[in-house]
């Protein structure tokens, strides 16, 4: 396919147009915006080639493969080279707001965001992949939309009860074994926080049999947490 008959100038237009403004500007405000003078020659001299190459690929007479190509080429150099500038100069506390918009860039927006707080509620289907795990597949209450900004991760709750319950040195072991059936999240001994939507959780193989309890909570990106979800429970193989 011939990529003369497919040249399509509008974008290097435009971006040659924003390149003569820069020159234009820069001229203008160099001390004020200190950029050197030699920056400001190299912009002007790879505008000018890019002009006439964009010139010579457009127009009937001389558009060829060749032309085409030696415009990519001075556009290859031009565009790194605004790119550079930009970083460089035009991010620097010189310029003010208007003088971004004047150069056809967009102010940096300094308005934070607040973060909100997580107000859906999240469970989790229960799977067993192997002797002593758990596998939590994490997932919102029926009904809830995930909000993306405030339901950043999950906080796992959880607690063993062993058959018949805990005596008062497992409750304060190393393992805070739950002494009776907990009725609410808050009961839970142990927390960790996942942001993966499957979360595996190894438990001591003396813990085979016992009862797990879960509850899942949202937390924003600030450690906030949201409403407790259901408890809800499953044997550990």
Not at 152 to 175: H, K, S
Request: proline share 11%; glycine share 6%.
């Amino acid at each position: 396919m011939s990529t003369t008959k497919n040249w399509m100038p509008g974008k290097r237009t435009d971006q040659l147009s924003m390149a003569n403004e820069w020159v234009r500007l820069i001229r203008l405000n160099s001390t004020k915006w200190k950029i050197p003078n030699d920056v400001e020659l190299e912009l002007e001299g790879l505008a000018e080639n890019a002009q006439d190459a964009l010139a010579l690929a457009t127009a009937a007479a001389t558009r060829t493969p060749v032309t085409t190509a030696k415009c990519k080429e001075a556009f290859d150099r031009l565009i790194p080279k605004m790119r550079d500038i930009k970083e460089r100069y035009f991010k620097l506390s010189p310029l003010t707001d208007p003088d971004i918009v004047s150069l056809g860039l967009k102010p940096k927006d300094t308005t934070k965001t607040p973060v909100p707080v997580p107000s859906g509620q999240a469970t989790a289907d229960v799977s067993y992949p192997g002797p002593s795990i758990l596998m939590l597949h994490m997932k919102p209450l029926a009904g809830i939309t995930p909000d993306p900004r405030a339901d950043y991760g999950y906080r796992i709750y959880y607690g063993v009860f062993p058959p018949g319950g805990a005596t008062p040195e497992e409750a304060t072991g190393p393992c805070r074994y739950l002494m009776k059936a907990p009725i609410s999240g808050n009961e839970l001994p142990n927390s960790q926080f996942t942001r993966r939507k499957r979360e595996t959780l190894i438990f001591p193989a003396c813990d085979s049999g016992k009862t797990a309890y879960f509850c899942i909570r949202y937390e924003n990106s600030k450690g906030q947490s949201g409403p407790w979800g259901p408890l809800f429970s499953a044997i550990i193989p």
